[in-house]
């Protein structure tokens, strides 16, 4: 699978427009309908060619296909179904904020240019959850402090995310306060992340010792699925916990 960064950047690269994703339903001058796959790079005559699944998650891939697909680029892990379930668990749940504070953020949320994007954590550094962290920095900001978020691209996810404009001047926030801000986002998605792992009913261990023994096929994809979903649960933990 090709990650929204991926097909970011091949858009960004190609000589010619490219659709939003690698993969859609055309009609054809008959009438009926057909898969059209697009190439995000030139080919040569012979050259192997490759086909993308799309932008799937390990979920995805494992419901859809029936197979695990390790170091899977495209993969995130929600801990947030919606704008307005980030905003009532930190502004009124944590912050026990009231509720014109709670509207004034999930506004400014609800208007961003990637505001379906999943409220999720990615492989990688804790740039690649970049979202996830911009939403919380704002549900975590004062009221007086909304004004001094901008959207910036982040080319390692593949679309715009809402970030601290950091300066002296106006309409800007200093250093050291967007560096809070970042901090209490990322130990809070550390303790959303221990949460999902605790609620999962075997353990980690347990997992690796089931793929020990002779399992079938799919019932194996969906074994590895779970451990790498709850490897990359553990390390944005271990990584973001402490910060």
């Known amino acids: 699978?090709?990650?929204?960064?991926?097909?970011?950047?091949?858009?960004?690269?190609?000589?010619?427009?490219?659709?939003?994703?690698?993969?859609?339903?055309?009609?054809?001058?008959?009438g009926e309908l057909y898969v059209d796959i697009v190439a995000d790079k030139k080919f040569a005559a012979g050259e192997e060619v490759l086909l993308p699944y799309g932008l799937e998650t390990g979920a995805e891939l494992l419901i859809s296909h029936g197979l695990a697909l390790p170091g899977n680029e495209a993969e995130y892990l929600p801990l947030y179904m919606d704008m307005v379930e980030l905003v009532g668990?930190?502004?009124?749940?944590?912050?026990?904020?009231?509720?014109?504070?709670?509207?004034?953020?999930?506004?400014?949320?609800?208007?961003?240019?990637?505001?379906?994007?999943?409220?999720?954590?990615?492989?990688?550094?804790y740039a690649a959850s970049g979202h996830l962290l911009g939403c919380l920095q704002v549900a975590y900001a004062d009221s007086s402090e909304l004004e001094q978020f901008s959207e910036e691209f982040a080319e390692v996810?593949?679309?715009?995310?809402?970030?601290?404009?950091?300066?002296?001047?106006?309409?800007?926030?200093?250093?050291?306060?967007?560096?809070?801000?970042?901090?209490?986002?990322?130990?809070?998605?550390?303790?959303?992340?221990?949460?999902?792992?605790?609620?999962?009913?075997?353990?980690?261990?347990?997992?690796?010792?089931?793929?020990?023994?002779?399992?079938?096929?799919?019932?194996?994809?969906?074994?590895?699925?779970?451990?790498?979903?709850k490897e990359m649960l553990q390390a944005f933990h271990d990584d973001n916990a402490a910060c």
């Not at 950047?9 to 010619?16: F, H, L, N, R, Y």
């Not at 749940?93 to 994007?117: I, M, P, S």
């Open 157 to 229: 996810i593949g679309h715009f995310v809402i970030a601290p404009s950091v300066g002296e001047g106006p309409g800007q926030m200093s250093a050291a306060r967007a560096e809070e801000l970042l901090v209490r986002a990322r130990r809070k998605a550390a303790a959303l992340c221990e949460e999902e792992v605790q609620r999962m009913p075997t353990t980690l261990a347990h997992d690796r010792t089931l793929l020990e023994g002779g399992l079938e096929a799919r019932l194996r994809a969906a074994v590895q699925y779970r451990i790498a979903a």
């Open 1 to 30: 699978p090709e990650s929204p960064a991926t097909w970011a950047k091949a858009e960004s690269e190609a000589t010619e427009d490219l659709p939003d994703d690698p993969w859609q339903v055309i009609e054809g001058d008959d």
């Open 89 to 125: 668990d930190v502004c009124e749940n944590e912050l026990q904020q009231d509720t014109a504070t709670a509207r004034a953020k999930l506004g400014v949320l609800q208007k961003l240019d990637a505001a379906e994007a999943p409220l999720a954590i990615r492989p990688g550094s």
